[in-house]
């Protein structure tokens, strides 16, 4: 049966941008181990030859063509909304790079 | 009589006839919401001064066109309205407060209609909940029972809507947050076939599941409000081209002769008697007016809401990607105002924990996890499979009959903080409200009745896709025969 380790917890937290103090660890790995408990019974149904479902009305690939269709939002609108430095008319981000 | 207690319906005869005026109705909410939010704490971000100029131009204007025009309605908060506060009650979204230069398609409909926004309203952060108690402005209050929740996670429309904070008010429905606060507030709630509406404008939890709707008093108003907003949207790529139906030429028809079944796995153990015994009586209600009975069994309904609590993650981790304090919300605090001080990876992990509450993370990480390599077949794809199954329960049941009956919810509203340390608790509040999304078909919850304490039982009606017309002739057909959705909470 499934259970996520302090080593599993760690791991998914730096995968989704998350910090956990220790005692968080410890918390969200009985708190998720619980659900990965609970959805363990899916696996007692016979998914044999059965297609999964992602979309449920039918639709499938959506195109249109690549024009502009609303402009309900100037760009600098947008670009107000940010919380960072705006420098010509972009968003100053900090590095990607480490610091050393 | 408070004209906030009006329907949309009473409201615009009302204003039509000029025996109210726009400016009164807007007020007599504001003037609601100021007396009775302090202990419900339903809104969240109010719009008041917008919505008097808009009353005040609507009156010049003297023209009644559309059935919502001059009617103020609240917003749950993860919907986009152009220059209101739109927080999906969540942190990452303040200091400051994220306002959109943009408008929902939906807001921007029922605006274009006359409606007049209000404000906007309490929900579960970003929506994951079952009783609005996740967010960061605190739980709303049942008007019922203060000391209970309104059900989540639109608790916040529903509450409004119940103690006539507003005449409507829009909300979105996951996995049961438009029924299930709708059962247990006393009102009405549509869940839509998947497309129906768009959601264009509105946060996303997760994709293929989310549905736009609203909370009302009565199946007409339901109706009326679905008239303006359901369609085809260019910006909403999962919106449907079906034509929309004209809801309200569809409410008076009779039911007679029409074939309700009644699926066995949603009449089980531990279902609280009271909603039994209420949803037997709606049951007889139904014969009365010529519907009969057939049962009908949904064999995986056992493995709904495992199959959503795999799904609904998976979808949120990819969601919640969006939020990293780079177009919108809060940066974290740098000591000097240098940039220099956090690399790209420490910025979004400080945006993120300090912005997230232990829900959302919970989604987050579980989702990465069922979708990550090596799990993702036994975990995703297991529960994609099983959806196609759940779904094929539901066509199944429709070549039989034309609609389902059951209970929105086994029980009547909960205490505040009764599921504070068990998350797998919340999550089965929604046992009977998760499979009409994972087969994206349309159910609509009204009231059937009250326990002895006095708090609102639902009544959940079921449709095939597309099928939104027959289920509100179904619901309104009740509302015509009892008077349950008419009572008020004292407050």
Known sequence: MASLSPKDIRHIAKLTRLQLREEEVEKFGKELSAILAYVEKLQEVNTKGVEPTAQVTGLNSVFRHDEIIASDSAPDALLNCSPLLIVDRQIQTPSAHSST | MNPSSLTIAQAHKKLKQKELSCTDLVQACIDRIEQLDD??????????????KEA???????????????????????????????????????????????????????????????????TDEFTMGSSTETSCFGPTHNPWDTSRVPGGSSG??????????????????????????????????????????????????????????????????????LQTIAGYDPLDATTSNIPVPDYQAALTKSIKGMKIGLPKEY?????????????????KIYES????????????????????????????SSNMGRYDGIRYGSAPLTTGSSLSNFTLQEHYEKVRTEGFGDE??????????????GYVDKYYRQAQKVRTLIKKDFDDAFQKVDVLLAPTSPNTAFKIGAHANDPIAMYLEDVFTGAQALAGIPALSIPCGFSTDNLPIGLQIMGPQWEEARLLQVGHA??????????????
């Open chain 2, 39 to 52: 202990s419900l704490n339903a809104v969240v971000h109010n719009n008041f001064d917008s919505a008097l």
């Open chain 2, 56 to 122: 005040k131009k609507i009156d010049a204007k003297g023209t009644f066109n559309s059935p919502l025009t001059g009617i103020p309605y609240l917003t749950k908060d993860n919907y986009c309205e152009a220059g209101v506060p739109s927080t999906a009650c969540s942190n990452i979204l303040r200091n400051p407060d994220y306002i959109p230069p943009f408008h929902s398609t939906t807001t921007k409909r029922l605006n274009d209609a006359g409606g007049i926004s209000l404000g906007k309203t309490n």
């Open chain 2, 156 to 225: 916040g429309s529903a509450a409004g809507v119940a103690a006539d904070e507003s005449v409507f008010a829009l909300g979105t429905d996951t996995c049961g947050s438009i029924r299930q606060p709708a059962s247990f507030c006393g009102c009405t709630g549509l869940r839509v076939t998947y497309g129906r509406t768009s959601r264009y404008g509105v946060m996303s939890m997760a994709s293929s599941l989310d549905t736009i709707g609203a909370l009302t008093k009565t199946v007409e108003d339901t109706a009326i409000v």
């Open chain 2, 267 to 283: 009449f089980i153990e531990g279902i609280n008697a009271e909603v039994l015994k209420a949803v037997e009586e709606a049951k």
């Open chain 2, 289 to 316: 007016l010529g519907a009969t009975f057939v049962d009908i069994s949904l064999p995986h309904t056992e493995y709904a809401l495992a199959t959503y609590y795999v799904l609904c993650p998976a979808e949120v």
């Open chain 2, 360 to 373: 959302v993370k919970r989604r987050i990480m579980i989702g990465a996890y069922v979708l990550s390599a």
């Open chain 2, 478 to 491: 009740y509302q015509q025969a009892t008077d349950w959705h008419t009572r008020k909470p004292k407050l």
